[in-house]
Structures are given as structure tokens and as C-alpha cells.
């Protein structure tokens, strides 16, 4: 399978590093292999899988400078089938570092040559902003997944998010899809959630994943005890969701890997 799927919006606070921490394990649950790449300096997906951050440990960072590759820097989950390319606080210097740097853009998909084959999926969880380390991503990937928070001021923004995978595709000469409209943090008791639902679904068609991210309070603990959500809690709805999620996105492999094939 070998698909790459960045997660962003430059909106923070919709679920982007939940939703990357969370969709990894639930397809490594599928008995795939998984690698979660963080990049983000906050380094939250890192620390929500139980991944220690210590001076001594390479991140993503070195790989994007070039002093390390990514079998350097990868490390195992507690959760089988889910390794993690972390992250720190350091990745905040790679915007400045790489500004001068030819082909900027291009730093993170070529480092990712090398061991896109040892996995079914990458996911790449992005910073909330749209910066040299987004575009990286985005240049990397083959699609975009874009979690959208049930609220007021939804919309905002990601028609810039979508003008800059249209610019990737025509520079970068990538055939970047999205992957799909997540709607996160989803609670059907308020009218807002409805409308902001019934809007997003006109707005964006088919492209809004059918599963929704419920607003759970254990989904929200889960990443202070360095677990997915089917680590902490298996039963829960926000495991659920995920699990549902990760058979959605599957579902659509199967249905386009067997439209392709009746194309040829």
C-alpha cells in the first residue's frame, strides 16, 4: 500500500495530533505497518505515544538537515505496529535552517524514499501553521487529511489550506488528493454541531468522512499516560470512532486499488 497522509490545518486546537496519534494505532490494529511522523515542535504526538524525549535523541529534525536518516531516528510504540519519528522543540529551527537551502521543500519526501517501503501507511502530523515544515509534509504525501472542529469559525482558513495543495500539485508536479474532512470534537446535542455539520457536508460533498470524532473526555486523557485511545481505553466511543475511521479509510483503498486496476 506504501500511502502517505499528512493531517493538517493550520487552525490549532481541531484534533490534528489526536486524530494522527489515534488513526495510527487503530491501522496498525488492522495488522499494518504504521510509522507516525511528528512535525510538530511541540512534539505532542511523540509524547502521547510514550516516547521520552532526552537530549541524546535524534529527531526529525536531524533528518531534515541532513545529519541522520530516518532508520536513525524511528522508534518503537508500546503499540504493536506503530513506530514513531519524533519530534522536539528543536524543529522549530529547521523553518530558519532550511530557508537557504536548495530545494527546500523537498527535504522530507527524499529522506522518506529510502523507507516508504517498510510500511502500509506514513502519517505525518503537522504544525498548526502553514510553514516550510507543512509544505514539506504536504510534498511528501499523497494526500491531505483535514480535521475540522464542529464550530462557529470552521471554515475559516482551509480555503487557504486548499490553495496551497493546488500549489503543491502544480509545482511539485504532485498528484496530492485529499483524503478527506474529518469533523472533530462532534457533539449532536447542540444545534451548532448539526449546522456546522449540514454546512461542512454541502461545502465539501463526499469529501467529509462519513465517521465523526465524538468530543469524549477520555479521548482527552488518553495522551497523558503516553497511549492511543485503544491502549486506555478499548471500549470506549472515541476508540470507536477511530477503529471506524481507519476501516473507512481502508475501505476507500480497496474501492480505488480496484478502480485502477479495472482502468488498465
Not at 500511502?3 to 496519534?21: D, H, W, Y
Not at 535524534?58 to 514513531?84: R, S
Not at 447542540?190 to 462519513?210: I, M, P
Not at 486506555?232 to 466511543?237: A, E, K, M, Q, V
Request: aromatic share 6%; net charge negative.
Amino acid at each position: 500500500m506504501n500511502k502517505v497522509i499528512s493531517i493538517a490545518n493550520q487552525k490549532g486546537g481541531v484534533g490534528k495530533t489526536t486524530t494522527a496519534i489515534n488513526l495510527a494505532a487503530s491501522l496498525a490494529a488492522c495488522e499494518l505497518r504504521v510509522l507516525l511522523i511528528d512535525s510538530d515542535p511541540q512534539g505532542n504526538s511523540t509524547t502521547g505515544l510514550g516516547i521520552e524525549k532526552t537530549p541524546d535523541r535524534q529527531t526529525l529534525y536531524n533528518v531534515l538537515i541532513g545529519e541522520a536518516g530516518f532508520t536513525e531516528i524511528v522508534a518503537p510504540t508500546a503499540f504493536e505496529g506503530l513506530w514513531v519519528a519524533p519530534a522536539d522543540r528543536n524543529l522549530v529551527a529547521a523553518n530558519l535552517d532550511l530557508i537557504e537551502e536548495e530545494n527546500r521543500e523537498l527535504k522530507l519526501r527524499t529522506a522518506l524514499e529510502p523507507i516508504k517501503s517498510e510500511y502500509d501507511f506514513i502519517l505525518i502530523d503537522c504544525p498548526p501553521a502553514l510553514d516550510l515544515l507543512t509544505l514539506n509534509a504536504l510534498v511528501a504525501s499523497d494526500s491531505v487529511l483535514v480535521p475540522i472542529q464542529c464550530e462557529f469559525f470552521a471554515l475559516e482558513g482551509i480555503s487557504q489550506l486548499m490553495d496551497t495543495v493546488d500549489r503543491v500539485k502544480e509545482s511539485f508536479d504532485q498528484t496530492l488528493q485529499i483524503e478527506g474532512v474529518l469533523l472533530t470534537m462532534y457533539d449532536d446535542r447542540t444545534n451548532l454541531t448539526r449546522q456546522v455539520e449540514a454546512d461542512l457536508r454541502e461545502f465539501f460533498g463526499a469529501s467529509v468522512f462519513h465517521t465523526v470524532i465524538p468530543r469524549t473526555v477520555r479521548l482527552a486523557e488518553a495522551p497523558s499516560f503516553g497511549k492511543p485511545i485503544l491502549a486506555y481505553d478499548p471500549r470506549s466511543r472515541g476508540a470507536e470512532s477511530y477503529i471506524q475511521l481507519a476501516k473507512e479509510i481502508l475501505a476507500h483503498e480497496q474501492s480505488h486499488g480496484h478502480a485502477a486496476q479495472g482502468a488498465r
